[in-house]
């Protein structure tokens, strides 16, 4: 049974920064791809930020220049570095890992951007 645990999110003013983590039962490198994903009430989950297993990150235009994706293959890690928050970063953010054609989602974690 895979198990993904978020924890890092909280309530910050715009222009500060937060850093999520995700901690994942058994080595990463068993996972295709992990990722970050968010939601927002009444919207579709939307992807934020990928790590393919090979190392290359991909990310939303929302997001490019501003957040950054990162793995610790000793602590079984993927962290999300977001720096310059805005009040539409506000979401629950997720964190998803793909192994063969299965997908494990954490139980999400609360983001929230202070105007």
């Known amino acids: 049974q895979v198990q993904l645990v978020e924890s890092g999110g909280g309530l910050v003013q715009a222009g500060g920064s937060l850093r999520l983590s995700c901690a994942a039962s058994?080595?990463?490198?068993?996972?295709?791809?992990m990722g970050w994903y968010r939601q927002v009430p009444g919207k579709q989950r939307e992807l934020v930020a990928a790590?393919?297993?090979?190392?290359?990150?991909n990310y939303a235009d929302s997001v490019k220049g501003r957040f950054t994706i990162s793995r610790d293959s000793v602590k079984n890690t993927v962290s999300l570095q977001m720096n310059s928050l805005k009040p539409e970063d506000t979401a629950v953010y997720y964190c998803?890992?793909?192994?063969?054609?299965?997908?494990?989602w954490g139980q999400g974690t609360q983001v929230t951007v202070s105007s």
């Open positions: 998803k890992a793909l192994r063969g054609s299965v997908d494990y």
């Open positions: 058994g080595s990463i490198f068993s996972f295709n791809t």
């Open positions: 790590i393919f297993s090979g190392g290359r990150p």
